[in-house]
């Protein structure tokens, strides 16, 4: 009996994890047909086959102006968020700081705190300052909604670095910054490379918080696709839809491989 019912799980079970899969991934995979269809109506299955929309899309200024500050703000992100957090997860796991366990809360305090809620408390607060509506603003907010992924994926690329190699460097007279730029760094590439890859992506499809505090001068590819989709529901939503999706499905493998070759080393 215990082994029918093991072979039962056995074969239930990846057929549920399957038909769960499938089921959240049809509404995207939907999208792709629509994408080629014409110009001017949402419809699937599509009529007629067309670039119609990714032509309104590429060559529209308000499309394309939104994407290019998307792609500005994701790298602008990457590239703070882990020249902060990549000396920071290094100064948590190796030293003995006062109140480690409180920084570390407070680097994945964003994780903790409905994104509606926060997106309200960063508004209330910048508001009065006018800060909103401005760039620098949407890379230091992106920034620290990153900051976390980037983090734990550091923080589990330290765990599997052993410290003697750090103390025989010491010993034999090497400085602490050669030690962390000649001997830590090159074996966190793994885990830098991974969690840099989320903050890209992270920045690049964020829109709750980004809704708040842009305006017409720095909206993100995401806001202009809430806009359009809530005002006047454009066609050309299908064809960003898609690019997004591509882009998010070769950054999410890139990951995938990166962990792959972070294990086997």
Not at 195 to 209: N, T
Not at 230 to 254: C, K
């Amino acid at each position: 009996m215990s082994r029918r019912m093991n072979a039962m799980g056995t074969l239930v079970v990846p057929v549920l994890a399957w038909v769960t899969y499938i089921f959240l991934m049809a509404p995207s995979l939907i999208v792709v047909p629509i994408s080629f269809g014409s110009g001017t109506e949402l419809q699937f299955p599509p009529r007629d086959l067309s670039v119609d929309l990714y032509r309104q899309f590429f060559t529209d200024p308000s499309w394309w102006g939104a994407l290019t500050q998307s792609l500005f703000v994701a790298l602008c992100v990457t590239v703070l968020t882990t020249a902060i957090t990549v000396p920071a997860a290094y100064a948590l796991n190796r030293a003995r700081l006062p109140g480690t366990g409180l920084w570390k809360a407070l680097a994945m305090g964003p994780l903790l705190v409905p994104m509606i809620v926060l997106a309200l408390g960063l508004y209330l607060q910048l508001a009065p300052y006018g800060m909103l509506n401005r760039t620098v603003t949407v890379v230091l907010t992106h920034s620290m909604l990153a900051i976390p992924f980037m983090m734990v994926s550091v923080s589990a690329s330290l765990r599997h670095l052993d410290p003697a190699y750090e103390q025989v460097c010491l010993i034999m007279g090497a400085s602490k910054a050669t030690i962390f730029f000649r001997v830590v760094l090159p074996q966190l590439k793994s885990g830098i490379a991974g969690g840099a890859l989320f903050a890209f992506l992270i920045s690049l499809d964020e829109v709750i918080v980004s809704y708040f505090i842009t305006g017409p001068e720095t909206e993100t590819l995401p806001v202009k696709m809430f806009s359009a989709l809530r005002w006047e529901i454009s066609p050309v939503i299908a064809a960003v839809s898609t690019l997004l999706t591509v882009v998010s499905l070769v950054l999410a493998l890139a990951m995938m491989r990166l962990e792959r070759k972070g294990q086997a080393t």
